[in-house]
Every structure is written in C-alpha cells, then in structure tokens.
C-alpha cells in the first residue's frame, strides 16, 4: 500500500481509501526520475523506439 493511501489524521467517512495530497516532505524525498532520457524498453523494435521518442519531444 502506498503512503498516499495511510492517513494519520481523522477524514470524512468514506475517504480513507482515497489517496491524499503529499506533505512538502514527502514530496521532497519521493523517488523522481532524472530524465526521461534514463527510460528503457526491453526488446522495443527500432520503428517503435523511434516512435516512442518522437512522442516524447513532441
């Protein structure tokens, strides 16, 4: 389970699955990728490797 779906603090029934808004803290130390440069697709043939990265630059 997500720390997005634990809530320390009383909500409205009925909420308490939902996924809550990230703290400043939890946002600062959330994994992130680098650059979208570091992606890789295993075995993703050459027409639609360049298809890939043509929809990432657009």
Do not use: C, K, Q, W
Not at 2 to 7: F, K, M
Not at 12 to 32: M, Q, V
Not at 34 to 57: G, K, Q, R, W
């Amino acid at each position: 389970m997500s720390n997005a779906a634990n809530h320390d603090e009383p909500l409205p029934y009925g909420t308490t699955l939902l996924a809550r808004d990230l703290t400043p803290d939890e946002l600062l130390s959330a994994p992130s990728l680098a650059s979208i440069e570091t992606l890789v697709i295993e075995d993703l043939p050459a027409d639609e490797d360049d298809a890939f990265a043509a929809a990432l630059d657009s």
